[in-house]
């Protein structure tokens, strides 16, 4: 067996390890373990302008943007109404600052 060969069949040994039966998950190296976290939410307040389709909303936030926003799974589930002019906190993820989820409708 070529030095290559030997070098994958080691390391495909070693990501499907005992572990790695019967519908197991494979085992990830600990090196890759470290990239694989939650990202961070960014949490802003804004000002619903316009209600849209679909439990869609256009807020304007505080620093004077404008995204797209619709109703957290709880608020749905809970039947929290959310109407233009009520304040409201977002939850804008880092990878697309122009859409959001509005987790909470302040009194």
């Known amino acids: 067996m070529s030095n290559i060969a030997s070098v994958v069949c080691c390391a495909s040994s070693f990501l499907f390890s ?7 998950r ?20 804004g000002r619903v302008v316009e209600l849209l389709p679909n439990a869609m909303f256009r807020v304007q936030l505080e620093n004077d943007h404008e ?3 619709h109703t957290a799974g709880k608020m749905r589930k809970n039947r929290i109404r ?12 880092p990878y697309d600052l122009t859409k959001g989820r509005i987790t909470y409708r302040f009194k």
């Open 26 to 45: 494979p085992e990830i190296p600990p090196i890759q373990r470290l990239y694989l976290a939650k990202e961070e939410l960014l949490e802003m307040r």
């Open 82 to 93: 959310v109407l233009v002019g009520d304040e409201v906190l977002c939850e804008l993820t």
């Open 67 to 69: 995204i797209l926003g």
């Open 18 to 24: 005992r572990t790695c039966g019967k519908g197991a």
